[in-house]
């Protein structure tokens, strides 16, 4: 997309000034001007540059001289990671102190993998008893660059195999990979999010973040996978943007949880992920929590669980709250075992338990529209499916220009319980002939492939 627009502003540009004589040396297109005035090293070259030194190797460590550049380059500065070196840090380091600071990342960030230090040193948020290994803060914050922030991730998710994150009892704790709280404009562009231990981003308490054409990638080179490895994560957040985003990790694409106002998501590739999911809420005794007014559109989902989800939880000593208004637009699937998934019975609980102690979770407005694609056939000819919970409100669920197909072949089936009114589109409950007949036609597909050429 970027390609073809810079063509066709060039091709005005040429014919506007076809029979102007320019000197030598002068652009003469869009392109030109690009590559004469590079836009990187413009922005650093307006501010003051801080240097630190590199790694020497993978034991040596740099948090000192990276919190002393970060103080040297707040307030107005930028701190420059070249190309070609490795920072490695080793200690938990706060950086909540950050005021109008840029970060140029063109090489990499990496953490050490000593995973008992970390465990005993990393920080911590009560919030699914996370832990991290540095936290961001601030205003007016930049980390920009064709750099790497990579987190390690290979010993972790060997020594977690087997373990379950969400099990109250698992004491084997994973650092998340970039966590920010109380943070006001914060922008991350063009970096590579690599190997996170855990969820790969965590915002708190922050508003006006922006992602761009960043990539987030989890890939284990041995059996042990990169569990819960999300893109992102946040709890309380206002205005959040996401556009051109390349994730290929293990679990929850995009994220949001509790509180969550105002979210924008344009242009994602997901594959092998649980979706672009609202949630999970409502998790916490006694807690209120939202999710509302977001947009996601033109994403690409490949080899996943979902394509678009909401979850709940259920059960008893659990929250309430709301999902409202959420709009998922074009969203292509290949290879995902549901197209749109709606989970009022989330974590882990049994229909008796979920009927017992249904979710108190309200979720209203919400629209799935120009889905297309097909599912893995995991679920038969059933590609949808929503559950909602007979002790809150679920109003207005919409569907419009749905053309998701199984690859069992036969009429795909949508399957909706909870669910009073029409969304738009034929819908049958799960304990009707028809949705047991669809989810009993179980097929299997091939991996997806990215199309070719990719839309951007
Ligand atoms: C790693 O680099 C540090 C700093 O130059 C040095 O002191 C240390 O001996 C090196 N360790 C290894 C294993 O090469
Ligand atoms: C949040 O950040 C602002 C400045 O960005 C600061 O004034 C305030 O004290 C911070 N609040 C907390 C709770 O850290
Ligand atoms: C979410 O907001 C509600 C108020 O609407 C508040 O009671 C709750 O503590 C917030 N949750 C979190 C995780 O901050
Ligand atoms: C729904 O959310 C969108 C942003 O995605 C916002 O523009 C719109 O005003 C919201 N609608 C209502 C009724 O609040
Ligand atoms: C859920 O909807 C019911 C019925 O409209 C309402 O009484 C309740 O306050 C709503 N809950 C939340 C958390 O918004
Ligand atoms: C519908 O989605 C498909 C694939 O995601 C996309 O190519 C198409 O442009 C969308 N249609 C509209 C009208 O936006
Ligand atoms: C559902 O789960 C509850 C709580 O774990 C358990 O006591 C009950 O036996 C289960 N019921 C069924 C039908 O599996
Ligand atoms: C309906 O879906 C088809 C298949 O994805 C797409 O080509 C078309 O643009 C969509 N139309 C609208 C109005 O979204
Ligand atoms: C999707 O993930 C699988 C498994 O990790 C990988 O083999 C495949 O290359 C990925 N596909 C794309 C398009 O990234």
């Not at 660059?145 to 084997?172: H, K, M």
């Not at 704790?173 to 190997?195: C, M, Q, S, V, W």
């Not at 197209?339 to 049994?350: E, G, P, R, T, V």
């Not at 569907?399 to 969304?423: L, M, R, W, Y």
Request: net charge negative.
């Amino acid at each position: 997309m970027k390609a073809s627009l810079v063509g066709l502003l060039a091709a005005a540009a040429a014919v506007a000034l076809a029979h102007v004589e320019l000197p030598a040396g002068i652009p003469r297109s869009l392109s030109e001007f690009r590559d004469k005035h590079p836009y990187k090293s413009r922005r650093s070259c307006e501010r003051k540059t801080i240097r630190i030194r590199a790694s020497a190797n993978d034991t040596d460590d740099v948090a000192d001289e990276f919190l002393q550049g970060l103080h040297l380059a707040n307030h107005g500065g930028t701190l420059y990671l070249p190309k070609d070196k490795t920072f490695m840090i080793g200690k938990p380091l706060d950086l909540t102190f950050l005021d109008d600071t840029h970060i140029r990342l063109d090489g990499e960030i990496k953490f050490t993998n000593d995973t008992p230090y970390w465990q005993a040193n990393a920080f911590r948020h009560p919030f699914q008893n996370s832990i991290m290994f540095w936290k961001w803060g601030g205003s007016n914050i930049k980390i920009f660059g064709e750099g790497v922030l990579n987190g390690n991730g290979q010993r972790w998710w060997n020594e977690f195999s087997g373990l379950e994150i969400l099990d109250p009892t698992n004491a084997y704790l994973r650092p998340i990979l970039f966590y920010a709280e109380n943070a006001t404009r914060l922008d991350i562009e063009g970096i590579h999010f690599k190997d996170s231990p855990c969820w790969t981003t965590f915002f708190v308490t922050s508003k006006h973040i922006s992602l761009q054409d960043v990539a987030c990638t989890a890939e284990s080179k041995t059996a042990a996978l990169p569990k819960n490895t999300d893109f992102f994560d946040s709890l309380n957040v206002e205005h959040v943007s996401v556009e051109r985003a390349w994730v290929n990790i293990g679990d929850d694409c995009f994220s949001p949880k509790s509180n969550a106002t105002d979210l924008y998501v344009n242009t994602m590739y997901c594959n092998g992920t649980h979706g672009q999911s609202m949630g999970s809420i409502g998790q916490y005794a006694g807690e209120k929590s939202f999710i509302r007014d977001v947009h996601i559109e033109n994403v690409w989902m490949l080899n996943g669980q979902h394509g678009a989800r909401l979850k709940s939880w259920a059960g008893p000593n659990v929250g309430y709250g709301f999902i409202d208004n959420v709009t998922f637009r074009n969203f292509w699937n290949a290879n995902n075992e549901y197209s749109a998934f709606l989970d009022s019975c989330y974590f882990n609980i049994n229909a008796t338990t979920c009927s017992q102690y249904p979710s108190q979770v309200n979720i209203t407005n919400v629209l799935f529209e120009n889905f297309s694609g097909y599912t893995s056939g995991k679920y038969g000819r059933a590609v949808a499916r929503l559950t909602c919970s007979p002790n809150a409100v679920c109003e207005n669920i919409q569907f419009k220009n749905f053309t998701v197909t199984s690859p069992c072949g036969g009429a795909p089936v949508v399957i909706c319980d909870g669910i009073h009114e029409d969304i738009g589109i034929p819908c049958v409950k799960a304990t009707s002939p028809e949705a047991v007949a669809a989810l009993k036609a179980t097929c299997t597909t091939a991996e997806a492939a990215l199309a070719s050429p990719t839309p951007w």
